[in-house]
């Protein structure tokens, strides 16, 4: 760790055995997300980049009317390429997106080693990464591979800008095309740049900035050509991204702090933070300074500087997203945050006698984490199976029905089961790939339940429908709010119990409710 520009990475037996130990114990963990079914909008990001030939392949390349702001060429068109040799066969691109977290995890491995010149705290760090609980989604969901790309080309790019002492390279500069042609949060990347050679390797500022320009001029020329090309303007993005105050990025930043600190049964935590923000901000500062008091009165120059550099960087990768709280936004950071967890820990128990508690805290670390994202797979397996099972019930008791309706309009399905968003994207191609049809499906309102038995049932009140719902009577809208109209008295305890619809087709012959697991008509 006292010189990364010239550390040598000449690999030998024992890598070839870290690297076995991740990738089977990665294989070995993540088989069983295999099982999970297709859920959330999975069905309609496969269609979208189906193709018939290799025409159609590379045609993935130029910008898709699915990217509406955005321009990521490089995740849709694996995906394209996937789908061409594996068809819609969802355990192999389930297979795939794993594989890719895998491979994500061994270059964690390489860059820790070259701040620990240690392989077994490279190993520890990069297994940590590998059984993150927080990552679930950004690990199996299809629909992130954005996130999983840009990992791998975000990270690559670091490791060789490592290996050549922070100058750049044909290579390097490679690496981050790709990974801005993945997602935009690659934008953060010439800033790393500067940090890894003003920080890490202690250079000049100038001779720092002047290695960041070739990365910079990158950039802008992106920029440049989505916006002549594609009349695409990154930063005039017109979502959520775009708009939030300094209170609230901050406040963001505080949950993703937590996220990272405590990532542990995800989706109670998320609640938790998202929800006991000022609890969430003192438990958190006092973890922290706890944490850094102890670990400055032990590190050496070297670590501090490194550990420095780890903070920073989860800093600046998270702040181009910082408007809004994903679960998936921690991927990025969490890589960096699994070598800087073992860095404090090496450095709190680095006499010894503190090398045992080194690896009993390390291990339990680890243990903790699979046990986390395995009971997280699990709850994966089990949600999805049961929606998969309702909407076939559906198919099989409803057949006339389903066959006459041109358009089918829900008035509420279940969106989030337990806190797991199962149903909460793109219902419509869900629903048409499993009976199948090729039917419109509208659906005006979708309910957070604790399980898919809690019953939901909407009831025709004149003017207005009538939500019954066993269970916290909360419903979300998800951008059907123009044909829905509610007022101050349909709100109970701040929840939605009743609207009215603004639409055309209102006859209730035509409106499906949602009971006790099962689909039946009002």
Same mark, same amino acid.
């Given at each position: 760790m006292k010189n990364f520009g010239k550390y040598s990475f000449n690999y030998g037996n024992s890598d070839l055995l870290y690297y076995l130990i991740i990738i089977f114990s990665g294989l070995f963990v993540y088989v069983n997300a295999l099982e999970i079914k297709f859920f959330g909008d999975e069905i309609a990001f496969l269609e979208r980049t189906k193709v018939a030939d290799l025409n159609g392949l590379f045609a993935l390349l130029g910008k898709q009317d699915f990217d509406a702001d955005y321009y990521r060429p490089v995740p849709n068109f694996f995906s394209g390429f996937v789908s061409f040799l594996l068809s819609d066969s969802l355990k192999l691109h389930r297979g795939f997106a794993i594989i890719l977290h895998i491979a994500n995890s061994l270059l964690i491995y390489l860059i820790a080693v070259t701040f620990f010149h240690e392989r077994i705290k490279a190993l520890l760090s990069a297994l940590i990464f590998l059984f993150f609980p927080i990552n679930d989604l950004a690990v199996f969901w299809l629909t992130d591979t954005f996130d999983r790309f840009l990992f791998l080309f975000y990270f690559a790019g670091l490791l060789k800008l490592l290996?050549?002492?922070?100058?750049?390279?044909?290579?390097?500069?490679?690496? #981050?095309?790709?990974?801005?042609?993945?997602?935009?949060?690659? &934008?953060?990347?010439?800033?790393?740049?500067?940090?890894?050679?003003?920080?890490?390797?202690?250079?000049?500022?100038?001779?720092?900035?002047?290695?960041?320009?070739?990365?910079?001029?990158?950039?802008?020329?992106?920029?440049?050509?989505?916006? #002549?090309?594609?009349?695409?303007?990154?930063?005039?993005?017109?979502d959520s991204h775009s708009s939030a105050g300094y209170g609230v990025i901050l406040k963001n930043l505080m949950i993703f702090a937590g996220l990272l600190l405590l990532p542990f049964f995800n989706y109670q935590l998320t609640d938790f933070f998202s929800t006991n923000i000022l609890t969430t901000s003192v438990i958190l500062a006092a973890i922290t300074v706890s944490m850094l008091i102890s670990f400055a009165r032990k590190a050496d120059f070297?670590?501090?500087?490194?550990?420095?550099?780890?903070?920073?960087?989860?800093?600046?990768? &998270? &702040?181009?997203?910082?408007?809004?709280?994903?679960?998936?936004?921690?991927?990025?950071?969490?890589?960096?945050?699994?070598?800087?967890?073992?860095?404090?820990?090496?450095?709190?128990?680095?006499? @010894?006698?503190?090398?045992?508690?080194?690896?009993?805290?390390?291990?339990?670390?680890?243990?903790?984490?699979? #046990?986390?994202?395995s009971i997280t797979i699990f709850d994966w397996i089990k949600l999805t199976d049961k929606a998969e099972k309702n909407v076939k019930y559906f198919a099989q008791n409803n057949p006339s029905f389903i066959e006459n309706s041109d358009t089918l309009?829900?008035?509420?399905?279940?969106?989030?089961?337990?806190?797991?968003?199962?149903?909460?994207?793109?219902?419509?191609?869900?629903?048409?790939?499993?009976?199948?049809?090729?039917?419109?499906?509208?659906?005006?309102?979708?309910?957070?339940?604790?399980?898919?038995?809690?019953?939901?049932?909407? @009831?025709?009140?004149?003017?207005?429908?009538?939500?019954?719902?066993?269970?916290?009577?909360?419903?979300?809208l998800f951008g059907y709010e123009k044909y829905i109209n509610f007022e101050p008295s349909d709100l109970v305890e701040g929840k939605l119990k009743r609207f009215r619809l603004n639409y055309n087709r209102t006859d209730r012959s035509t409106f499906i409710g949602f009971t006790e697991g099962k689909y039946i008509l009002y």
């Open positions: 290996k050549s002492g922070g100058r750049f390279t044909l290579v390097s500069g490679i690496f #981050f095309i790709l990974a801005f042609l993945s997602k935009e949060t690659a &934008l953060s990347f010439p800033v790393l740049v500067f940090l890894t050679n003003a920080v890490l390797l202690k250079k000049p500022l100038k001779e720092s900035l002047f290695q960041m320009l070739p990365f910079l001029l990158i950039l802008c020329t992106i920029i440049a050509f989505r916006y #002549f090309a594609f009349d695409n303007n990154i930063f005039a993005v017109n070297v670590s501090l500087k490194s550990a420095f550099f780890l903070v920073l960087g989860c800093i600046l990768i &998270l &702040l181009p997203v910082s408007r809004l709280v994903m679960k998936w936004y921690i991927y990025l950071p969490s890589g960096l945050y699994s070598i800087l967890l073992i860095l404090i820990i090496g450095a709190l128990t680095k006499d @010894r006698a503190g090398k045992k508690l080194f690896f009993i805290t390390g291990g339990t670390i680890i243990l903790l984490s699979l #046990f986390s994202i309009n829900f008035i509420t399905i279940p969106a989030k089961v337990a806190n797991y968003p199962v149903n909460h994207l793109d219902f419509g191609a869900y629903f048409n790939y499993y009976l199948p049809t090729n039917k419109v499906i509208n659906v005006f309102s979708r309910s957070s339940i604790k399980n898919m038995n809690d019953k939901i049932e909407c @009831r025709n009140g004149g003017d207005f429908f009538e939500v019954i719902h066993s269970g916290a009577n909360f419903f979300i």
